[in-house]
């Protein structure tokens, strides 16, 4: 396996961890389930506050409604591997923010 392909298999793995470390904290606290709903509850610092959370959450929230729409509602396969997709690029993106950031400070090189 090429050091490239290595590089992003390691931020597609840190970006679902680090998406489900923050949707499971969430749910510990607030007591019910992170979702694309935290947006809409209009202007204010819920918010404000709410949009880096869910960048970097997304790619969790993405594959779980996904998993339970195909399980509930029967969702198409071809709807399940978009979803798919389109979460592991996020997860990736978001991971090698990650990456950067701990790259940055240190921790690792």
């Known amino acids: 396996m090429?050091?490239?392909?290595?590089?992003?298999?390691?931020?597609?793995?840190?970006?679902?961890a680090?998406?489900?470390?923050?949707?499971?904290?969430?749910?510990?606290?607030?007591?019910?389930p992170a979702g694309f709903g935290l947006l809409q509850t209009g202007p204010g610092p819920g918010a404000?506050?709410?949009?880096?959370?869910?960048?970097?959450?997304a790619p969790f929230i993405i594959m779980r409604n996904t998993?339970?729409?195909?399980?509930?509602?029967?969702?198409?396969i071809e709807f399940v591997a978009m979803a798919?997709?389109?979460?592991?690029?996020?997860s990736m993106m978001s991971g090698t923010c990650v990456v950067m950031a701990l790259q940055a400070f240190g921790v690792i090189i």
């Open 2 to 16: 090429s050091p490239d392909a290595l590089n992003s298999l390691f931020s597609l793995l840190i970006g679902f």
């Open 67 to 76: 998993v339970r729409g195909r399980q509930i509602e029967r969702r198409r």
């Open 84 to 90: 798919t997709i389109i979460a592991g690029f996020w």
């Open 48 to 57: 404000f506050a709410a949009v880096p959370f869910l960048a970097f959450a």
């Open 18 to 32: 680090v998406a489900g470390a923050l949707v499971s904290g969430y749910q510990a606290l607030a007591d019910r």
